[in-house]
């Protein structure tokens, strides 16, 4: 069984005879010591579904799921103080914007000790000690000094060694890491990249890295899960995916990598955007932008299919040529509609 | 710590002079001198006039007589009220301690019902209960002091019976002042019941007086707090499975207390304001009423000095509340 079980997830917004979905009946799951990487543009509903399974999804929006398992246990049905006995402990979570992510009014030491406050007890000397270690263990220099500082005396990098450090305080088995380098400088993001790998392979975590860096998620996860506007539209291998995508949208972002317009005067685009709340088409969500959209997608949304053994939600999912199949030319509208 | 003190401390010296001038200034530019003012209709004679001129200094040029009177002022001379020919200083320490108990327990109901009204408005956001505790809270804005405390006298006192109309002290009870706060001086007493008395007199001049202030803490309050609570170190404390009460009032609060605190200082100057009004209606023996009185006797050198005590512990009380910034938000302590 796996560690954690999301079946047919959807969080919407607004109201409820016309609601908008941000996420919509996504799937996936993550086991012990497996890195899940979550690919999407902005808007595509990646960190949306990770705050769900957190569980600080506020009123107005709903979540309903068939099932959202962690290890066996029913999170949605869950008593709230139960489910927060799990959360922070069990499943903890990293954001996007260190800088924003402490409380201005603590110190470093005051808030990686409330995690283990609440969840572990002990003396207060025991949560010193451990804090000390934790600062360690996420590469702070000079951890005694740092422990007593206060978040603006921090630079983002070492913010978010501490916002690590808070994670993985009372040991999760499940880490969400929701665009963790993404307010971070090049230099920066390798480090904390190394950093969450290897705390994740040293103690055998899931982790949920949710990005929309494509080079970093094809170094570091195991499996990748494509979204696009709230809707799972590939997943599988990350080998796999990055040497054959089966998805005109994986393709496409693939092709918008930089090192792969080497030798080309403009650098590949999706045109236009990811459909918001009054936007949304039709049939396949992707259709005005997908250059091998026909009149077929534009009508009908797809259901997430089997292909060679990869999730697609697509009619014409490509072959290993990078070719749409079961396409004849006639239908094919060209490049955008 | 020291440093940031000191630092605000020099920014306080250069409203201290305004001040002192605009007081010092004002019984200049009043029509008529002060002198014909002391003597009224009755009018002085010639030389009784330069002999006073003499006495009050009025006869130095107007820098000279400002110096003579920051000197004072330093040195804790008011000067010497027209009527009862006492040192200023003197009847203000003595009304003083009046004023402070009625403004501190104001305060004190203000903060009290404000501030968790204001967060209970933030956490129900939209609700039912937003809508009551912001009505309420309009309501005790608009509401005029005198007004307000019309209606208290004649709900509370005058038809329940419940608290007394008005003064510090039922007539029943003798206390000797010994720190001038009725509600310790009762309490040091052996006279069984004076403290319920001088409390129960407190009530309605506390409701009076507490409730504008009351309504601004708990709408700024809740401003705060709903901008606090869209923070993303909240959603952080959330996600570590803190308790929802734990989240709020150690995590928002804190952050949403620095606003507030601000408007709680501004609010003495407010008081005080309003503690003129509320003393009156309640004939409360405090410097309010004493400024009042004052004023309708055209008694400068108390009202100078009445105006500018005030605006000694309005300075105090603001200067105390920047200081409390550096003890509550860590980013102030440390800016250089």
């Known amino acids: ?337 | 710590m020291l440093g940031f003190f000191m630092r605000r401390l020099g920014d306080v010296i250069p409203t201290f002079f305004g001040v002192t001038i605009l007081v010092f200034l004002m019984i200049h530019l009043i029509p008529s001198d002060p002198i014909q003012m002391m003597a009224g209709e009755r009018g002085v004679d010639p030389e009784r006039y330069a002999e006073l001129q003499k006495e009050y200094g009025f006869d130095q040029p107007l820098v000279v007589q400002y110096f003579n009177y920051l000197g004072g002022v330093l040195q804790g001379d008011l000067g010497k009220s027209f009527v009862t020919k006492r040192p200023v200083i003197e009847e203000f320490a003595t009304l003083f301690p009046a004023t402070i108990e009625l403004s501190v327990m104001g305060i004190l109901f203000a903060v009290i019902i404000g501030l968790p009204l204001g967060v209970i408005a933030a956490i129900y956001r939209g609700k039912w209960l937003d809508h009551l505790t912001m009505s309420v809270s309009l309501t005790g804005y608009s509401m005029p002091i005198f007004w307000w405390a019309l209606l208290l006298i004649m709900f509370f006192s005058t038809t329940l019976g419940w608290t007394p109309v008005s003064g510090r002290l039922s007539v029943f009870y003798y206390i000797e002042p010994t720190t001038g706060f009725m509600l310790i001086d009762t309490l040091m007493s052996d006279e069984k019941g004076a403290f319920i008395s001088a409390l129960s007199h407190l009530i309605l001049p506390t409701i009076a007086l507490g409730t504008i202030p009351m309504a601004v803490i708990a709408r700024m309050t809740r401003s705060s707090m709903l901008e606090v609570l869209g923070e993303e170190y909240i959603r952080v404390a959330r996600a570590k499975g803190l308790s929802p009460m734990r989240v709020i009032m150690v995590h928002a609060l804190r952050n949403a207390l620095i606003p507030v605190i601000t408007v709680i200082g501004l609010q003495v100057g407010v008081l005080f304001a309003g503690a003129i009004l509320t003393e009156t209606i309640f004939s409360w023996p405090g410097i309010g009423k004493w400024i009042v009185e004052a004023l309708n006797r055209r008694d400068y050198p108390t009202i100078q000095g009445g105006i500018l005590m005030i605006a000694f512990v309005v300075m105090g009380v603001n200067l105390l509340v920047d200081l409390m910034y550096g003890v509550i938000n860590p980013r102030i302590r440390y800016k250089r």
């Not at chain 1, 929006?61 to 068939?66: L, Q």
């Open chain 1, 1 to 337: 069984m796996a560690l954690l079980e999301v079946k047919n997830l959807t969080v919407e917004f607004g109201s409820e005879d016309k609601p908008f979905r941000a996420v919509d009946s996504v799937s996936y799951s993550v086991d012990r010591g497996e890195v899940l990487g979550i690919v999407g543009e902005s808007g595509s509903g990646k960190s949306v579904s990770s705050l769900a399974i957190m569980g600080l999804i506020d009123f107005p929006g709903r979540v309903t799921a068939d099932s959202l398992t962690f290890d066996g246990q029913d999170l949605l049905t869950m008593a709230p103080s139960k489910r927060r006995a799990i959360t922070g402990k069990d499943i903890a979570m990293i954001f996007q914007d260190p800088m924003s992510a402490l409380n201005p009014c603590f110190t470093v030491e005051a808030q990686i000790m409330e995690a283990l406050k609440v969840h572990e007890g002990g003396s207060k000397k025991q949560r010193r000690e451990r804090t000390l270690d934790l600062i360690n263990q996420v590469g702070i220099p000079d951890p005694k000094s740092r422990m007593t500082a206060y978040p603006h005396q921090l630079s983002g990098g070492m913010s978010q060694r501490v916002v690590i450090a808070m994670a993985i305080a009372c040991q999760p088995r499940l880490l969400i890491a929701d665009e963790p380098t993404t307010a971070l400088d090049v230099t920066i993001q390798a480090q904390i990249i190394d950093l969450l790998l290897k705390l994740q392979e040293d103690s055998d975590m899931g982790l949920l890295l949710i990005t929309h860096d494509l080079a970093l998620v094809s170094e570091a996860a195991n499996r990748i899960q494509v979204m696009y506007a709230g809707q799972l539209f590939e997943s599988g291998p990350a080998d796999s995916i990055f040497t054959a995508p089966r998805h005109p949208y994986t393709q496409a972002l693939l092709e918008a990598l930089p090192e792969r317009s080497v030798g080309r005067d403009r650098l590949s685009t999706i045109p236009g955007v990811v459909p918001g709340q009054y936007d949304r088409p039709k049939g396949c969500l992707l259709a005005p932008r997908c250059r091998y959209a026909n009149d077929h997608c534009v009508a009908s949304q797809p259901e997430v299919t089997d292909f060679n053994g990869r999730d697609v939600r697509c009619f014409y999912p490509l072959d290993d040529q990078g070719l749409p199949t079961g396409q004849t030319n006639s239908q094919n509208v060209g490049e955008t509609v």
